[in-house]
């Protein structure tokens, strides 16, 4: 799988990308896979505030429920439309099309922190 | 992993086909291949190919096996005919399950139990335990691998591999005979709600036969199945697992499984509780209604207050819908009864069903 250079990443796997002070915020390719058939995503509306390692939503697939965790803090601007009628998305395109939130971050000193491309392949890799 | 899980024979295969690999109590399963949904509807509307070989095997043998089979299970051993298989519980003397089970009559002195991996080794023990009889009770799972071929297309998948006419073997009857070229026991039993066969064979021989089963199956689109599809295949039909369902502080009768209770036939363990016993509170089906799904272990609220907890909980894949099963007060566990769940701290509406949610057409 291909894991974006440019995004980064956290061990309870989502992934992170930055332009600016925007952060755009999804889970891994790794975690949909493990999570299997998605049947619900349930993220915050735009306005709420998130901080990092805090829970912000969740994804449930046929066979469990998963917390998702914020890998940096700041104000949602925006939660992704889509995943309400078709959460079966964010198994096919976890990495683009079905991100979750977007977010205004507060310290961008927390993206740099997070794992790279190949740090989180590699913590993957290591995980089975 | 701190301890060495258990691997089926079949391990290396689900590996190289790219499966999803759980802990499954113990043993190292494989959860799902192409995709929960994916393989539930293949099962559905053609054929799948479950690795069931974690599943245990007893055997009892002797003048007496048919006198301790009977003692140690609820449902009328003595009612089985040569080659019949018989669904039962294994009960504690206060009515609760050890586990439950399939009874094969092989021969008037011998009989072949297919019990939960999980439960095996207790299982064991326990008829062992019970054993006053001249029999003699084997632990045989080391020599038994079992694979499930279910779904519309199972048997004439099943077919090609043996002279065995499976078509006269009815449901919940079995035959031994050669299957893809090595000794069998071909049962016509399983645990997806569709017709199908389970093959008991050698472990050694468990590759050879799965490879069989997947190019006979070709034409029909077989798919390997993983323990996700397996799961929501039973629900659907409303088929219990043990740990959830039932459990040894639940009684056959609360786990509306009279059916397999037979207190006429004579002494058995767990009788004399069953007897006792006015069940306050019954097994039942649901809906969600409002937006969630209610899983195992999922608080149930009636008109508010705590009444019940959920057993079983799963988007159906064949209804489209969110179903479970749960306990209820027996007064309140007809079809129709408003429920809430409580799930993550919201009381979710509900409603009972009758069940079971899926029955195939015959």
């Known amino acids: ?128 | 992993m701190e301890t060495a899980l258990k691997r089926t024979p079949l391990n290396e295969v689900h590996r190289a086909a790219g499966a999803r690999m759980v802990d499954f109590g113990g043993w190292d399963m494989p959860v799902q291949y192409s995709g929960l949904i994916d393989e539930h509807n293949t099962v559905r509307n053609a054929v799948g190919l479950f690795d069931v070989s974690h599943m245990g095997e007893i055997e009892i043998r002797g003048p007496e096996a048919m006198q301790l089979a009977d003692y140690v299970t609820t449902n009328s051993v003595a009612k089985l005919q040569c080659g019949q298989a018989q669904y039962s519980g294994l009960l504690y003397e206060h009515g609760g399950f050890v586990d439950d089970i399939l009874v094969h009559k092989v021969a008037d002195d011998s009989f072949f139990l297919c019990v939960n991996a999980g439960n095996q080794e207790k299982d064991f023990e326990h008829i062992r335990n019970a054993n006053k009889f001249d029999c003699e009770v084997e632990f045989a799972s080391e020599r038994y691998a079992q694979l499930a071929i279910q779904g519309p297309k199972a048997l004439e998948t099943a077919q090609k591999l043996t002279e065995t006419p499976l078509q006269q073997i009815k449901y919940y009857w079995f035959a031994d005979g050669m299957f893809a070229g090595v000794p069998a026991r071909i049962a016509r039993t399983g645990y997806t709600g569709e017709d199908g066969v389970e093959v008991y064979t050698a472990p050694e021989h468990a590759v050879v036969v799965w490879n069989a089963i997947m190019e006979a199956g070709r034409p029909f689109g077989i798919k390997p199945c993983g323990l996700g599809a397996r799961n929501t295949l039973r629900l659907e039909s409303k088929m219990a697992l043990y740990g959830h369902e039932i459990s040894d502080s639940i009684t056959p009768l609360e786990a509306d499984l009279g059916w397999i209770v037979k207190l006429g036939k004579g002494d058995f363990i767990g009788r004399e509780a069953l007897v006792k016993q006015t069940p306050t509170r019954k097994l039942v089906g649901f809906e969600m209604r409002g937006r969630g799904i209610g899983r195992d272990g999922y608080e149930v609220l009636l008109e508010g207050k705590p009444a019940g907890w959920v057993t079983s909980g799963s988007p159906s894949p064949t209804l489209n819908k969110n179903i479970g099963l749960c306990y209820l007060p027996l007064e309140r566990s007809r079809p129709g009864e408003k429920i809430e769940i409580v799930i993550r701290n919201q009381a979710v509406e509900a409603e009972t069903v009758p069940t079971p949610f899926y029955k195939r057409s015959q």
């Open chain 1, 1 to 128: 799988m291909n894991y974006p250079e440019n995004f980064r990443y956290t061990k309870e796997h989502e992934w992170v990308s930055l332009t600016g002070d925007m952060a755009t915020i999804g889970i891994t390719f790794h975690a949909q896979e493990e999570l299997g058939d998605i049947v619900y995503v349930d993220v915050p509306k735009a306005g709420t505030k998130v901080s990092k390692g805090s829970t912000f939503g969740s994804v449930e697939s046929v066979k469990a429920v998963s917390d998702i965790y914020a890998p940096v803090s700041g104000e949602v601007t925006e939660a992704n439309a889509i995943l309400a009628s078709a959460p079966e998305k964010l198994n096919a395109d976890p990495h683009e099309s079905a991100w979750l939130i977007k977010v205004r971050v507060k310290d961008a000193a927390e993206f740099n922190n997070l794992m790279t491309a190949s740090e989180y392949q590699t913590y993957v890799g290591a995980e089975h």
